[in-house]
């Protein structure tokens, strides 16, 4: 690892403490032990805290992952009551679906993909879907459509209970009572 | 004694090329650049 550049001689540093700084990539740090094999390696700053971040990231998905594994009957419940709809409850969930567009279905979506992706947080998503890239995004929208209706639904039913409580009874239509 | 090993991004993603990522080699006493390496491989920068 000469300069290609500099003409001076190295000053001497024998008897002198020497550190080699480096991002923790692994190339470097064989450089590093190669050329400087005396010299104590430091990791700066910014990656040991990204990297513990990212090892922090990891045990939060793994445990979201067991918690929603734990979650999965009333999941199964959503969808069979959901499976069974008909009529003017279907119609009314249709109808507030629509209502809710708005703002529903992005947050369906985000639900969804995110089972997709094992619970990790968006920023960890596929970059095409987190950067919501017109065609990736259809794409999972198109593959997802099960899981995005049943997080509207699950929304919907919810909704119906939480109105229900404020107005100090049952919720009405409620598949619960 | 002190030298930095550090990637930098030399130049933005194109069409025609990726982000083209360089070695900074710098002499952290004197906080000198000795030298800027078109690469990123253990051997390349070897050599």
Redesign the interface.
């Known amino acids: 690892?000469k300069?290609?550049?500099?003409s001076t001689p190295n000053?001497p540093?024998e008897g002198?403490?020497?550190?080699?700084?480096?991002?923790p990539?692994?190339?470097?740090a064989?450089?590093?032990a190669?050329?400087?094999p005396d010299?104590r390696l430091?990791v700066?700053h910014f990656h040991v805290i990204r990297l513990a971040n990212a090892a922090l990231n990891d045990v939060c998905s793994r445990r979201s992952r067991r918690l929603r594994q734990g979650d999965r009957p009333q999941g199964k419940a959503a969808s069979y009551a959901m499976g069974r709809l008909s009529g003017s409850l279907c119609d009314e969930f249709d109808s507030s679906r629509r209502t809710q567009s708005a703002w529903l279905d992005d947050y369906a979506l985000f639900l969804a993909l995110k089972d997709r992706f094992d619970g990790r947080a968006w920023t960890w998503w596929d970059h095409d879907v987190r950067g919501r890239s017109v065609e990736p995004l259809a794409s999972a929208t198109s593959s997802l459509d099960k899981e995005i209706t049943l997080y509207s639904f699950r929304q919907w039913l919810s909704s119906n209970n939480g109105q229900g409580a404020r107005r100090g009874g049952p919720a009405r239509h409620s598949p619960f009572q | 004694?002190?030298?930095?090993?550090?990637?930098s991004s030399f130049l933005a993603v194109t069409g025609s090329h990726p982000t083209l990522l360089v070695?900074g080699?710098v002499d952290?006493d004197t906080g000198t650049l000795?030298?800027v390496l078109p690469a990123?491989?253990?051997d390349e920068?070897?050599a």
């Open positions: 690892m300069s290609k550049h500099s000053p540093d002198r403490d020497r550190h080699a700084v480096s991002d990539y692994q190339p470097y064989t450089v590093l190669n050329e400087l010299a430091v700066d | 004694m002190a030298i930095g090993l550090e990637e070695t080699i952290l000795i030298d990123r491989s253990a920068i070897e």
